[in-house]
């Protein structure tokens, strides 16, 4: 980043201590708009975004990476936004479940979620169990393997596979056998002739 760009703000510690931080100018494409931050070089993608706001779907659980709360898209790939840090996306689209919504419908997954009661709380499902539903069915299309995959390429998504694709998005209300439900809906309705 240009030198320009890096300002020092001053803040105050709870002790009322004077401490410095640099911030710099990060440009972050966000649901396809380009949003200019400045943000000390360390915060996490997931705080920027809550930082840029409203855009709160992906959700703060565990803070490293062991719920899937966080869930985002970065060029399409899921990865877990407070794992890593906002400077690190510049220039990449990054997509969150505000950029779901399909001419302001609900995108067939959001649809599937609350037709087979895929959540509870919903604490979960707009930034964790909803992203990873997309991305899980365009990495299965892509034919990427999980864990459990037979041979080298997939054939049909069994229930066992959505479980393990899905293994790194916790729900505390445990609506697993409907989240399951949901995304054996969608994609069975994709397969069907005429989708
Ligand atoms: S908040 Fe990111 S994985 Fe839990
Ligand atoms: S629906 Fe409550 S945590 Fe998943």
């Not at 794992?83 to 609900?106: C, K, S, W, Y």
Request: charged share 25%; with cysteine; proline share 4%.
């Amino acid at each position: 980043m240009p030198d320009d760009d890096d300002i020092l703000t001053e803040r105050r510690t709870r002790a009322g201590a004077r401490v410095y931080a640099r911030t710099q100018k990060v440009r972050l494409r966000i649901n396809g708009t380009t949003h200019e931050l400045m943000l000390d070089p360390r915060v996490t993608l997931l705080d920027a975004l809550h930082e840029v706001g409203r855009l709160a779907g992906a959700k703060n659980g565990c803070g490293r990476g062991q719920c899937g709360a966080c869930t985002v898209l970065v060029d399409r790939q899921r990865i877990n936004a407070c794992l890593t840090l906002a400077i690190m996306q510049e220039g990449r689209d990054i997509t969150t479940v505000a950029g779901l919504r399909q001419d302001g419908a609900p995108h067939p997954v959001q649809t599937a979620f609350m037709e087979h009661g895929g959540f509870w709380c919903g604490y979960c499902t707009p930034g964790g169990q909803a992203y990873s539903t997309v991305a899980l069915l365009s990495e299965a299309a892509g034919g990427q393997a999980s864990a459990i995959t037979p041979g080298e390429r997939l054939e049909g998504l069994r229930d066992d596979e959505i479980r393990e694709r899905m293994s790194g998005n916790l729900c505390r209300c445990g609506a697993y056998p409907n989240i399951v439900a949901a995304i054996r809906n969608v994609v069975e309705r994709t397969a069907a002739p005429g989708s």
